[in-house]
């Protein structure tokens, strides 16, 4: 039979390197911009539920 032309090639070890720089490049920006961004809303939620519930003094 013959061989299909969409075969996957062999990983390199030149490959591997860069494929784990990428995976510690997401890694970084994963703590730098997706946490941060993820307390900022967490904290808007917080604040609008307290501003939302809190009880109101009527004199």
Same mark, same amino acid.
């Given at each position: 039979?013959?061989?299909?032309?969409? /075969?996957? $090639? @062999? %990983?390199?070890? /030149?490959? $591997? @390197? %860069?494929?784990?720089?990428?995976?510690? %490049?997401?890694?970084?920006?994963?703590?730098?911009?997706?946490?941060?961004?993820?307390?900022?809303?967490?904290?808007?939620?917080?604040?609008?539920?307290?501003?939302?519930?809190?009880?109101?003094?009527?004199?």
């Amino acid at each position: 039979m013959r061989q299909l032309k969409g /075969k996957p $090639k @062999k %990983e390199t070890s /030149k490959d $591997k @390197k %860069e494929r784990k720089q990428a995976m510690q %490049e997401a890694r970084q920006q994963i703590t730098t911009v997706v946490l941060p961004t993820l307390a900022v809303v967490v904290l808007l939620i917080v604040v609008f539920v307290y501003v939302a519930t809190r009880p109101t003094i009527t004199e």
